[in-house]
């Protein structure tokens, strides 16, 4: 890379989704983006090309119009070919999903944060995962891990099939496509 990347001041209006995006963002999801720039401010700049097409942060493009923002902090990528900046929007968010958590730093963290009275909400994790984790009366963090199996069906009568085999079994399922 030979051009230093700078911070770039840029209207909210004049930046373009990628049509082809293939994150989506619940209404749910922005509006926690939404509370996370009003408590932490707008810390992570949305990536751009040349032509103010949005490489990365469309969440947080989201996130601002709701807030009623009109510029955001952008970072232009204009050194990425079209096939690089293609990948990059896949890449950016699939390697950050590739991470683990260290289940036992988490708990710490959350439980620290708690007892100094901040609002666990604004992390984004839901009130099911924070339950997940609780202080015992020797005040030690006790992990409840959650296990997942991901079963890949052919359609959607295969799926259901499944499902209404586990679900009366008390096991929780869910559904979804990807």
Not at 62 to 86: F, I, N, Y
Not at 128 to 144: G, P, R, S, T, Y
Not at 162 to 171: D, E, M, R, W
Request: with cysteine; glycine share 6%; charged share 25%.
């Amino acid at each position: 890379m030979s051009k230093k990347q700078q911070l770039e001041q840029i209207a909210v209006e004049s930046l373009i989704p990628y049509a082809r995006n293939a994150r989506k963002h619940s209404d749910e999801q922005v509006a926690q983006i939404a509370a996370s720039i009003r408590e932490f401010g707008f810390n992570a700049p949305v990536l751009v090309d040349s032509e103010n097409g949005i490489i990365a942060g469309h969440g947080r493009v989201l996130a601002a119009r709701k807030l009623g923002l009109t510029e955001v902090p952008c970072v232009r990528l204009s050194h990425l070919s079209d096939t690089q900046r293609r990948a990059y929007v896949l890449a950016d968010n699939k390697l950050a999903l590739n991470a683990e958590w260290d289940e036992e730093m988490l708990g710490l963290e959350l439980t620290g944060l708690e007892e100094e009275g901040f609002d666990l909400g604004l992390t984004g994790f839901s009130e099911k995962e924070l339950e997940k984790n609780e202080v015992d009366a020797n005040n030690e963090v006790q992990i409840h891990s959650v296990f997942e199996v991901i079963a890949e069906c052919q359609n959607e009568d295969e799926q259901n099939m499944v499902y209404n085999i586990l679900n009366p079994k008390g096991i929780k399922c869910r559904l979804s496509t990807l």
